[in-house]
Structure formats: structure tokens, C-alpha cells
T-cell receptor, first 118, second 115 residues
Framework: DTGVSQDPRHKITKRGQNVTFRCDPI?????LYWYRQTLGQGPEFLTY????????KSRLLSDRFSAERPKGSFSTLEIQRTEQGDSAMYLC????????????????FGPGTRLTVL | GENVEQHPSTLSVQEGDSAVIKCTYS??????FPWYKQELGKRPQLIID?????GEKKDQRIAVTLNKTAKHFSLHITETQPEDSAVYFC??????????????FGTGTLLAVQP
């Protein structure tokens, strides 16, 4: 499968624990995005990277959330001291930007990691 | 901040009828508007998109229209089929130099096509 992959697909944790999710983008995609989706809602933007640089972080994102993309390939999203309100589907997407004269680049989504905080 | 409103939240049509989903965006700088289809338990998939320099775009049974003045855009599906049943999300983005940045999504429309 050459699409965006995410690991794990499901995570159940107790309140107060730390969790880390991984996203592997489509090979050679230089942009990587994280979104969060709760039941009955559209995906909500969290943060995105171009290569290893984190270009934007949502103002709604608390300091318990941190994301990295150290070598410009895979990315990790860590949530510290989880709360029940963090329960959601965490979606990763990637896209390829080929420069200012390229066509607008589609964001391809992964299958998501479903987090349940007890 | 940026906001995208989407209506209706649910839509039920008979097979073969048309379906229309409408969205309104708040940020006048938005210039890229994709539509995603999400089947139950699956990832969102792009079905069509439109840029602000185009008023309408069509791809077989799917079309999208954009009214920049009113900040409205709509998805039109003709000759609906049961496999069109899914949740549809509109989104808006400020894209520059071909690069799409964060997508601001609407709340989704659950489309049910009755055979």
C-alpha cells in the first residue's frame, strides 16, 4: 500500500497517560498535516510541516500536544497527560508541493488513529 | 477566525435524483475549496476541488459552483446512486504558489441514497 499509513490504528489509554502516534506519508510528499476528528464533525486542523519545519500550529492546540517530523519523512504526534476530551480520531494527511508554479496539491489522508481516553 | 458552515447536515434522496450540499466560508482570502467523501470507517477522499478563479467545475456526475462575492460554494451530484451514500465535507483553504495549507472543514452532510 503506497498511501498514507498511521500507527497504531486504535489506542486506549487511561487519563493522565502519555500517548504517541506515528504517521508515514506518501513517499516523497514534502507536506504533512495533522487533523483531529470527533464524531459527527469535520476534521479540525492541528498542525502541519513542510519537510522538517513546522509551519503552523492551531491556536486551539494546548501545550500538551507536540508534533515532530525530524527527518522530513515520518511524523509523530504526542499527547501528554491525556484527558477524556482528547478522545477522537487523529488523522494525518500528506501532499506534494513542487514549487510556486505547480498546481494546487491534493491532501491525501491516512486511515487515522482512534484514541479513547478512559 | 476562519469558519465554514455546511448545510444540510443530513440529506435523503431517491436513487436517480439530484443532491445539493451548500457551504459558506468566512475568510475572503480563501481561494481553494475541496470536497471530500468519507464512507463509514474510512478515510476522507477528495472527489472534486475548485479554485477561486473558476466559477464552476464538473467531473461526470459531480459539479461544484463557487460564488466569491457571497462566499458560497456548492456540491451538486446528479443521477445519484446507492454508492454515493456517505458523509461529504466541504473545506476552504488559503493556498498560495500551488501549496495548499491548512484545510478548514465544514461539519459534514450525511447523504443517504434510497434504492
Amino acid at each position: 500500500d503506497t498511501g498514507v499509513s498511521q500507527d497504531p490504528r486504535h489506542k486506549i489509554t487511561k487519563r493522565g497517560q502519555n500517548v504517541t502516534f506515528r504517521c508515514d506519508p506518501i513517499s516523497e510528499h514534502n507536506r504533512l498535516y495533522w487533523y483531529r476528528q470527533t464524531l459527527g464533525q469535520g476534521p479540525e486542523f492541528l498542525t502541519y510541516f513542510q519537510n522538517e519545519a513546522q509551519l503552523e500550529k492551531s491556536r486551539l492546540l494546548s501545550d500538551r500536544f507536540s508534533a515532530e517530523r525530524p527527518k522530513g519523512s515520518f511524523s509523530t504526534l504526542e499527547i501528554q497527560r491525556t484527558e477524556q476530551g482528547d478522545s477522537a480520531m487523529y488523522l494525518c494527511a500528506s501532499s506534494l508541493w513542487q514549487g510556486v508554479f505547480s498546481s494546487y496539491n491534493e491532501q491525501f489522508f491516512g486511515p487515522g488513529t482512534r484514541l479513547t481516553v478512559l | 477566525g476562519e469558519n465554514v458552515e455546511q448545510h444540510p447536515s443530513t440529506l435523503s434522496v431517491q436513487e436517480g435524483d439530484s443532491a445539493v450540499i451548500k457551504c459558506t466560508y468566512s475568510d475572503s482570502a480563501s481561494n481553494y475549496f475541496p470536497w471530500y467523501k468519507q464512507e463509514l470507517g474510512k478515510r476522507p477522499q477528495l472527489i472534486i476541488d475548485i479554485r477561486s478563479n473558476v466559477g464552476e467545475k464538473k467531473d461526470q456526475r459531480i459539479a461544484v459552483t463557487l460564488n466569491k462575492t457571497a462566499k458560497h460554494f456548492s456540491l451538486h451530484i446528479t443521477e445519484t446512486q446507492p454508492e454515493d451514500s456517505a458523509v461529504y465535507f466541504c473545506a476552504a483553504s488559503i493556498a498560495w504558489g500551488g501549496a495548499t495549507n491548512k484545510l478548514i472543514f465544514g461539519t459534514g452532510t450525511l447523504l443517504a441514497v434510497q434504492p
